[in-house]
């Protein structure tokens, strides 16, 4: 799994960033002197889940030098929280627990409940009626689905996933739980299994909501327990 723990780090930083991904890459580097911190050179600092490391900036994998070259925290968002998965160690936490809208994460969410709930095999049948009621500038599957088209729900986990496509979420959590409030009573019931404390959904594709809301920690705890069902990293790699 460690091919996706790069994707991870990305998505928990830009939670707030509408799916804009910057890559965080582990990187070493020789005969470079610590900055100003609090964590002594050559150690590795062991937290609880959740618990910020003591280090100014945001830092590689070792917590020792800044990411981009600096002591400046990332300048465009709003909140962010990277973790080592493996052992669970804290690199860096900003606002972890401020609540924001999570935009397009959600259908990570949505991705996890169908695979866990449906056959990848099925045939899934669209129904136009309700891709309608979304916003005119949402993002669609391409070409446009059309009224009655079957696709594999398969098929439509690759286009929620890849192409983070609404109408793909909406086609998805009809066939799953015959309708979307239904869908959003599931996605709300598993992130509070995968221990989320701060978040709720109010819809399956992310399209702002005010009764919707996620936060950083809760991003990577969802993050954290999707990427270790085969079916989801499969797609999302």
Do not use: W
């Not at 994998?61 to 962010?80: F, H, K, N, V, Y």
């Not at 049948?125 to 689905?145: F, G, N, Q, W, Y």
């Amino acid at each position: 799994m460690k091919k996706y723990s790069g994707a991870c780090l990305a998505l928990c930083l830009v939670m707030l960033l509408q799916m804009l991904c910057i890559p965080v890459m582990a990187t070493e580097t020789e005969n470079t002197q610590p900055t100003e911190m609090t964590i002594p050179a050559g150690t590795t600092q062991t937290l609880e889940f959740g618990q910020a490391p003591t280090a100014r900036g945001c830092r590689t994998l070792d917590a020792q030098i800044p990411l981009d070259g600096s002591e400046r925290m990332l300048e465009s968002a709003q909140a962010a929280f990277v973790y080592e998965r493996t052992t669970g160690t804290v690199i860096y936490a900003y606002n972890p627990d401020t609540t924001r809208s999570p935009g397009a994460l959600t259908k990570i969410v949505t991705a996890i409940v169908a695979i866990e709930n449906g056959n990848l095999e099925d045939n899934v049948t669209v129904r136009s009626t309700s891709i309608d009621e979304l916003p005119r500038d949402a993002m669609k599957v391409k070409p446009e689905l059309k009224n009655e088209e079957i696709l594999t729900l398969k098929d439509f986990l690759n286009c929620l996933i890849v192409s983070t496509a609404n109408d793909a979420a909406i086609t998805i959590a009809e066939h799953i739980a015959g309708s979307e409030s239904l869908f959003v009573s599931m996605m709300n019931k598993k992130v509070q299994e995968i221990g989320c404390t701060g978040t709720v959904f109010a819809n399956c594709h992310g399209v702002n909501d005010e009764g919707q809301y996620s936060t950083a920690r809760d991003i990577a705890k969802i993050v954290d327990y999707a990427m270790k069902n085969p079916t989801f990293a499969e797609i999302f790699g």
